[in-house]
């Protein structure tokens, strides 16, 4: 199988001014990341908030340019790619709708705009096409002159959805969709992006904190943690054999919910590390109860295991019973 978009070694470090007294100082985004998306499959990223994932997603979308590594959209390299053709294959979708949908645009204005843009057909067939993809993201016809603000979260994240379908992209870049809406909302959507991928056939990324998500809608996953894929593999077999501790802190965050908000978060002992200040060796050693004298000093190398990538000196060697971190 061919990949429709593939991110070879891409890096990207920003660098945060100091302010009056102090030092500024390099913040890793995202450090060496490769990953692809095949045709009509969707690759899910997962870590934690402040992990690069919405940064490899600018990166993949051509919002913002790496500092090293290469992206190819169906074998040619993005930089190369004309930004309005760029911007019509390749479509994001936003966790917060509302911010990204203008107020005094109909939501049939909304998704006709982008057809008018880039000059698809005439006015008639780009009505026609605007209101078959709100017909096909489940919006009544009621609405179809509404406004943004006259809607709910899950119906303007239903516009935003058709919205990028509207241009016939070749992927769609979702980070954290669902995140904003209410819980009861949020399996309705997810449910829609799966229809729609299914009927479509459209290749996605799709981006988020909760691998209870990602193993609803992903065939593939990356898992990243400090900027890094530390593992990477088939959704499901992830799922059932998680070889990076990680991986398996992820896991246990899905399986044993905070009853209080409802949906699983994560609870990983230790606070989330500082990505301007990056532990040495493997960047995981601080919160991994199976760490050993070694994880300090040197970084692991990518190991293929059961069909997966692990970046674990242990991969493949954890055991079976023991908790991923320390607390
Ligand atoms: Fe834990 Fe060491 Fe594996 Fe890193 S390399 S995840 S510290 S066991
Ligand atoms: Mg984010």
Do not use: W
């Amino acid at each position: 199988m061919t990949a429709i978009l593939e991110a070879k070694g891409i890096s990207r470090t920003y660098t945060l001014s100091g302010g009056m007294m102090k030092k500024s100082s390099k913040l890793q985004a995202v450090r060496d990341v490769s990953l692809y998306v095949n045709r009509g499959e969707t690759c899910g990223i997962v870590g934690e908030s402040g992990c690069g994932k919405s940064t490899v997603a600018r990166i993949l979308l051509g919002l913002e340019q790496p500092d090293a590594g290469q992206i190819t959209l169906d074998g040619q390299a993005i930089a190369s790619i004309p930004r309005a053709e760029l911007s019509r294959r390749v479509q994001p979708v936003f966790q917060d709708p509302y911010s990204t949908l203008n107020p005094r645009r109909s939501i049939l204005e909304t998704v006709i705009h982008p057809l008018n843009v880039h000059k698809v057909g005439d006015a008639p067939s780009r009505d026609r096409r605007a209101r078959k993809l709100l017909d096909q993201v489940g919006l009544p016809k009621r609405s179809f002159h509404a406004f943004p603000n006259q809607l709910s979260g899950g119906q303007r994240q239903r516009v935003a959805i058709a919205r990028a379908l509207a241009l016939d992209p070749d992927i769609l870049v979702c980070d954290e969709p669902t995140s904003a809406l209410d819980v009861s909302i949020q399996a309705q959507i997810l449910n829609l992006i799966q229809d729609l991928q299914r009927d479509l056939g459209v290749a996605m990324v799709f981006i988020s904190h909760n691998l209870g998500v990602i193993e609803h809608v992903a065939d593939r996953v990356a898992v990243m943690y400090l900027g890094r894929v530390v593992e990477t593999g088939e959704t499901r077999k992830l799922m059932q054999r998680p070889e990076h501790p990680y991986t398996r802190a992820l896991l246990e965050s899905v399986l044993t919910p905070d009853p209080e908000l409802g949906l699983p978060d994560l609870d990983l002992g230790r606070s989330f590390p500082d990505p301007t200040n990056i532990p040495s060796g493997c960047s995981f050693h601080p919160r991994c109860a199976f760490r050993t004298s070694v994880c300090e000093d040197s970084a692991p190398e990518p190991r293929q295991i059961h069909g997966a990538s692990v970046e674990c000196h242990l991969a493949g060697n954890l055991g079976e019973n023991r908790l991923a971190t320390v607390d």
